[in-house]
């Protein structure tokens, strides 16, 4: 078992940057994926990052070159760096974390965090 909590969400302004945390309950450095998804709305829960066990990191076109995944493993803490926020990064966003074939699928994650609401603003 793996209890997951996300923390660091609220309001920025368009441009600007913000990071969400998520704090795992066992070692960071022993969990094979762990992963940040968002959800906007009235829509389906989408991939954002993820980051293996290896040190490989995988973003999502929406995220590439302005977010970064980061795990901490002193900390047991997996971050997700957002820069150059846009109105449409609005969402909760989730920790996830799992031993996952196919990253961009949420039914492979075993584990979740509650959710932070991140809000960008024009």
């Known amino acids: 078992q793996v209890q997951l909590v996300e923390s660091g969400g609220g309001l920025a302004q368009a441009g600007g940057s913000l990071r969400i945390s998520c704090a795992a309950s066992?070692?960071?450095?022993?969990?094979?994926?762990m992963g940040w998804f968002r959800q906007a709305p009235g829509k389906e829960r989408e991939f954002v990052a993820a980051s293996r066990r290896s040190g490989d990191s995988f973003y999502a076109d929406s995220a590439k070159g302005r977010f970064t995944i980061a795990r901490d493993n002193t900390k047991n803490t997996v971050y997700l760096q957002m820069n150059s926020v846009k109105p449409e990064d609005t969402a909760v966003y989730y920790c996830?974390?799992?031993?996952?074939?196919?990253?961009?699928?949420?039914?492979?994650?075993?584990?979740w965090g509650q959710g932070t609401q991140v809000t960008v603003s024009s």
């Open positions: 996830a974390a799992g031993v996952v074939e196919n990253l961009v699928r949420p039914s492979e994650y075993s584990y």
């Open positions: 066992r070692l960071t450095f022993a969990i094979d994926t």
